[in-house]
C-alpha cells in the first residue's frame, strides 16, 4: 500500500503479473466480506494505471516465492474465504504495528498518505497523484494535501512528466530513506 498508494481493498485484490518498473493496472477491490467489487467510484471494467516501483515488485515476488498465490493469480489468500477479510489484515496490521512501537493512529490507511505525501513533496504533480490514488476528483486530493504543494515554480522539478504528460514508474522506484518521512499524515479527511 505504500509503494503503490493503494487501498486496503485494492492492494488485498492484487492480481498478478507484475513486471519491475512498469505500470499497475488496478482493475478491482475486495469488499469488506471478501468479494470482489469495482473500484470506488468506477464501474465494473474501469480501472487505473498508477506506477509499479521495482521494490515493490521485487517484495511481490519474494511474497509469492514463500506463500504462493491463489489458484486465479490473487496475491493474497484468506484463511476462510478465498480472499482475505479487510477486518482480518486491519487487525494483523494493529498488532504488527503496535509491536513496531507506531503509535495507534498508523493505521493501513497511512501507508496511503504516506505514498501521496512524498509524492507530492517530491514534485510529482498534484493532478498525477490524484489519479493514482483514484479520487474522485482533484478537489478531494487538494483538500487533504493541498498543504504539500509547493508554490508554483519554487518545487524541486527533479520529476518530469512524459511524452503522454504522466510521471514516470521509474521516478518512483526509491523509498524514502528515514522512519520520519514513513510516519507523514496529512491534513483533512483521512478517510478518502
Known sequence: MYGCGLRIGEALADPLPHKPDSTLP???????????????????????????????????????ASHGTTPDGYLFQGRMHKLVIRRTYQEDFDRSAARAGLPPEFTPHSLRHCYASIALAKGIPITEVSRWLGHKSIAVT???????????????????TTRTGRTSARQLATRPKTRAESVLIPRGNAGR
Open 26 to 64: 488496478i482493475r478491482e477491490q475486495v469488499n469488506p466480506v471478501a468479494q470482489l467489487r469495482p473500484l470506488k467510484f468506477r464501474v465494473a471494467g474501469q480501472f487505473r494505471d498508477i506506477p509499479l516501483p521495482a521494490y515493490v515488485a521485487e517484495a511481490i515476488d519474494k511474497h509469492i
Open 142 to 160: 487538494h483538500e487533504t494535501y493541498g498543504h504539500l504543494v509547493p508554490p508554483h515554480g519554487t518545487g524541486p522539478g527533479r520529476y518530469s
